[in-house]
């Protein structure tokens, strides 16, 4: 017999049971398929709550869904970053399809509840939509004050040069510029601006006041409920300085919906909100001073970063520090004999 222990020392155990080395298409098809299940098991075959609504595995589930499942489905097709508006269009559409189709299902098909439940009523949508826009009035300036209220609070445990050009960074790597940068028409404009204006209000308002906050305020009351989906609706927005802001937008939406029983009026503010986001970036207010609008995608989860604008602040002045870098990298080369207009 041979030496055991020299034959021992000489095999791993990927010798004596080797070890399958998958190719990283197969890898992410197995995590797929894992991440789609989930949502599957969660919203088809885990039984339903007693008390008769749905509660947070659900909407565990349906942000499984979207934040996991659906993004890495779009970059196994070929969408990636930069954003073209075509696939902007795709995984908008896609995405409030599922922010939509989902809630509804479980609301009325799994626990056979009405529309109402989930604030689908139009029946006082004029009044409705005025107090949507007075309360715009008033959560648009909120996104202006709570942006620099977070650069200062940022600024006391950074730094204040540093947590202005975290600020400033953000706005760089907003990934819907590149798509807002290059368009060039009527058309296109207008689509870009039904999908903003349109499309994510209505998906949103449903999954976040609709589903989480409804669901919530059934279980824990308004109070907790308020709190936990504005808390909720920032974290899935993956900022750190629109935090707050996005937050406090929050706050306004679910105590509108909780005012009405009904999204309309959410969804108007929501609208509002984008618009002048919107407005804001194409007339190039409150991104850099002496600077020019952001010109590089935020690289990340196409789905997960959910498609939301929030109004930006006042400028801040990045001086070199770090970060400054990358924002330098996008500012005009300045002509000879000419100076900086602030």
């Keep these: 017999m041979g030496d055991c222990r020299n034959l021992n020392t000489s095999m791993g155990p990927a010798a004596v049971y080797p070890i399958p080395q998958y190719s990283a298409q197969a890898s992410e098809l197995l995590f797929l398929l894992i991440t789609a299940a989930v949502p599957i098991y969660l919203l088809v075959f885990y039984p339903a ?24 489905a779009a970059t196994m097709v070929g969408i990636d970053l930069p954003l073209t ?10 995405q409030n399809v599922a922010l939509v189709g989902l809630p509804a299902y479980v609301a009325m098909v799994r ?10 009523r139009t029946d006082q949508w004029p009044r409705w939509s005025v107090l949507g826009a007075a309360a715009a009035a008033i959560a648009v300036p909120l996104a202006t004050v709570s942006e620099n209220l977070a650069v200062y609070l940022i600024g006391l445990v950074e730094g204040p040069v540093q947590a202005a050009a975290r600020a400033a960074a953000e706005h760089l790597d907003d990934p819907l510029q590149p798509v807002m940068d290059t368009l060039s028409g009527i058309a296109p404009t207008v689509w870009l601006l ?20 409804g669901g919530l305020r059934n279980r824990w009351g308004v109070l907790v409920a308020t709190l936990a989906s504005a808390a909720f609706f920032s974290a899935l927005h993956l900022q750190v300085v629109h935090a707050l802001p996005i937050f406090i937008l929050g706050l306004v939406l679910a105590l509108v919906y909780e005012r ?3 999204l309309v009026p959410a969804m108007v503010v929501h609208a ?3 618009i002048s986001a919107v407005v804001s970036v194409w007339r190039g207010w409150g991104i850099l001073r002496g600077g020019a609008p952001p010109r590089r995608a935020r690289p990340g989860l196409l789905f997960g970063s959910l498609p939301h604008l929030e109004l930006s602040g006042d400028t801040h002045d990045v001086k070199p520090a770090v970060g400054e870098d990358r924002v330098a990298r996008h500012r005009p080369r300045q002509v000879a004999g000419q100076e900086d207009r602030h």
Excluded: C, K, Q
């Design 85 to 94: 508006l075509r696939n902007l269009s795709v995984v908008t559409i896609v």
């Design 272 to 274: 509002l909100n984008n």
């Design 49 to 72: 709550d007693r008390r008769g609504i749905w509660g947070p595995l659900e909407m565990a589930g349906i942000t499984v869904l979207f934040m996991l499942t659906l993004p890495l």
């Design 194 to 213: 039904i999908l903003l204006v349109v499309v994510v209000p209505i998906g949103e308002e449903i999954f976040f006041r609709g589903f989480v906050y």
């Design 260 to 262: 009405t029983h009904s």
């Design 111 to 120: 626990y056979r509840l009405p529309p109402a439940s989930l604030g689908l």
